[in-house]
């Protein structure tokens, strides 16, 4: 069954952003909706993470859990999934200050 999906990326390679396009659309620059089956959903994902490079996706999609859906992320990013018994929460990593010489 179908579901829908949406995939936001910061600084990803252009082929990816093309990837992407073909099977969701763009309503805002690097975020991506649309509606596909989970096996088109975690292809495309495995497509995303893979060629990430220096920029960062996040993926949220219905699941059959608490909140109602999953959330995936690749790339460094200053915010971390974190799973507490189920329950995904978002933490905050502090900024790096940079060293005085």
Same mark, same amino acid.
Do not use: N
């Given at each position: ?28 620059? #690097?975020?991506?909706?649309? !509606?596909?089956?989970? =096996?088109? &959903?975690?292809? /495309? ?6 060629? %990430? $490079? ?13 909140? #109602?859906?999953?959330?995936? !992320?690749?790339?460094? =990013?200053? &915010?971390?999934? /974190? ?6 929460? %978002? $933490? ?10």
């Amino acid at each position: 069954m179908a579901s829908m999906i949406v995939i936001a990326t910061t600084a990803v390679p252009d082929h990816v952003r093309g990837a992407l396009t073909r099977w969701l659309v763009e309503p805002k620059a #690097g975020v991506y909706v649309g !509606t596909v089956s989970a =096996r088109v &959903r975690d292809e /495309l994902w495995t497509a995303v993470a893979a060629c %990430i $490079a220096d920029g960062a996706a996040v993926c949220i999609h219905p699941a059959d859990t608490e909140q #109602g859906f999953q959330i995936h !992320t690749a790339g460094e =990013r200053r &915010r971390h999934v /974190l799973d507490f018994d189920g329950l995904q929460l %978002i $933490a905050l990593q502090p900024q790096q200050t940079p060293e005085p010489p």
